[in-house]
């Protein structure tokens, strides 16, 4: 986990789901405009018995409402969060690969 004041708001709103696993990775450098220190780009990877009976978007939903505050849109850092949520069952060690930034990796 990244240790820097977004990731730390992040991983702390996240605790609410009761994770057997969170991964949170700041991949602000692989995309335009990064400068150091720079918290816009998030990739997450959690496991939880909250998302037990819930399709993807309603895990997606379940997240973003425990870190809205924290999205550039609500006026915090967050520019974008990619989600792999899973339940225990369905967790296997497995953590996609994020796609290209069009604007860095070209």
Not at 22 to 36: D, P
Not at 44 to 67: C, M, N, P, W
Request: glycine share 8%; hydrophobic share 40%.
């Amino acid at each position: 986990m990244s240790i820097t004041p977004t990731a730390n708001a992040l991983h702390a709103e996240l605790q609410a789901l009761a994770p057997q696993h969170i991964e949170l990775i700041n991949e602000s450098m692989s995309h335009a405009g990064y400068f150091e220190g720079k918290e816009s780009h998030f990739k997450l990877t959690i496991v939880s018995d909250a998302f037990e009976g819930k399709r993807l978007v309603g895990r997606h939903q379940l997240i973003y409402g425990l870190v809205t505050p924290l999205l550039t849109s609500q006026g915090g850092q967050v520019h974008a969060l990619a989600i792999h949520a899973y339940t225990p069952t369905e967790w296997q060690g497995q953590s996609p690969a994020s796609p290209l930034c069009a604007g860095q990796n070209k």
